[in-house]
């Protein structure tokens, strides 16, 4: 069992072999007051206010001394076990974080809250924090994980060595008892990532193709990537492949890509903004399948641009589509309130399309007809 609040020692030196990371009052990026924050940590809510808290503290904590802290809540009704509101969680932290910071003899960071009128979707809520974020850099952390010790310093160190305007670390999945403690899950339930550089067009066809996971979370990326692919993003009402429509657009731009073997990221299973829940009304299942929007908006802009994707990439986009509506009828089938399944699979076929709909639902019985086989066959 592991406590994810940090110690005096930081991570492992990483993929570089380089500097060793930064200690707080130790060569690190100075805070110097007047300037403007050189990471910006931000952290969307809805529905996990039960988790902001430790999520908050586990930033605070950070030994680095330049950054910001944003948390923006997506209209979320939730309250915490004390009945406290996201807004009010993140007034008690600022004052916790100036205490924490103090005896830690770090400078203090500012804490920003925000809050949309209505509920717009995960897409919405990470363009809201971008536009108000102040650093150079961005790092989201979604509000019911947490970072690891030292993560912002080993961060920007990796940024810095490398030239890179995407920082790339390991994920670490598990649960958190009471206390805050972290223990790592059995199989680590986390994304691919690629130990290494990558540069120009290969960032984007390394991630389409599988290489490496393309959430925004567990990422160092520069402000200006964001900003730019958010241009390309109309107003988009979705909790579904939301990363995946907003790194598409940050890969296509970017210039370097460094992947560290350091785990700075801890991820709790299944609790999350977007994490497969009950869902018992039809307007949650609309930005659940409205995925389909995310690659009508990419193939829209593709055309627009006169932008050629190898044919890999096309075969490679193709399949996330795919995975996509697989995904939408697993959800359809497991955590939908019975009820609202007939009303909802219209609508799921109103948005991807009747024909690729049951095209892909016909493939899925088919793979489960012949693993039933192979199993039968086993017995």
């Not at 970072?147 to 790339?168: C, N, P, R, T, W």
């Not at 929007?293 to 096309?314: A, D």
């Not at 959800?331 to 219209?346: T, Y």
């Amino acid at each position: 069992m592991k406590a994810f609040v940090p110690s005096a020692a930081g991570p492992e030196e990483g993929f570089s072999g380089k500097n060793a990371v930064r200690k707080a009052g130790k060569k690190s990026s100075g805070n110097i007051r007047g300037k403007e924050p050189l990471i910006s940590v931000c952290i969307p809510v809805y529905e996990t206010e039960k988790f902001l808290t430790l999520c908050l503290r586990s930033v605070c904590l950070q030994d680095f001394e330049n950054f910001e802290i944003l948390v923006a809540s997506d209209k979320s009704p939730g309250k915490d076990e004390k009945g406290r509101s996201a807004k009010k969680i993140s007034a008690l932290a600022k004052k916790e974080c100036r205490i924490l910071r103090k005896k830690a003899g770090l400078p203090p960071v500012e804490i920003r809250f925000f809050e949309h009128s209505e509920n717009r979707g995960c897409v919405e809520i990470r363009r809201t924090l971008v536009f108000q974020a102040r650093g150079k850099y961005i790092t989201m952390l979604d509000s019911d994980d947490c970072l690891k010790e030292g993560a912002l310093s080993s961060f920007y160190q990796a940024a810095q060595d490398y030239q890179a305007d995407i920082v790339h670390a390991r994920f670490l999945s598990g649960t958190f008892d009471q206390e805050g403690l972290f223990t790592p899950s059995k199989v680590n339930k986390c994304g691919k990532i690629f130990i290494g550089l990558k540069s120009g067009r290969e960032i984007l066809s390394s991630w389409l193709s599988g290489l490496y996971n393309g959430n925004v979370c567990g990422k160092l990326i520069l402000r200006e990537l964001y900003l730019k692919a958010f241009e390309n993003i109309p107003y988009t009402e979705c909790n579904m492949a939301d990363d995946f429509l907003i790194y598409f657009f940050v890969a296509i731009t970017a210039s370097t890509y460094v992947g560290i073997d350091q785990e700075l990221y801890l991820y709790r299973i299944d609790s999350g903004m977007s994490s497969v829940r009950k869902i018992e009304s039809l307007e949650r299942w609309r930005m659940i399948c409205s995925a389909s929007g995310v690659f009508t908006v990419i193939s829209s802009w593709l055309k627009e641009k006169n932008f050629s994707l190898s044919k890999e990439e096309k075969k490679d986009l193709g399949e996330q589509a795919l995975f996509y509506v697989a995904n939408n009828l697993n959800q359809l089938k497991c955590v939908l309130a019975p009820e609202i399944k007939e009303d909802a699979m219209a609508m799921l076929k109103d948005y991807w399309g009747q024909h690729l709909v049951e095209e892909v639902e016909n493939a899925m019985a088919q793979k489960a007809k012949v693993m039933a086989q192979k199993a039968n066959a086993a017995e």
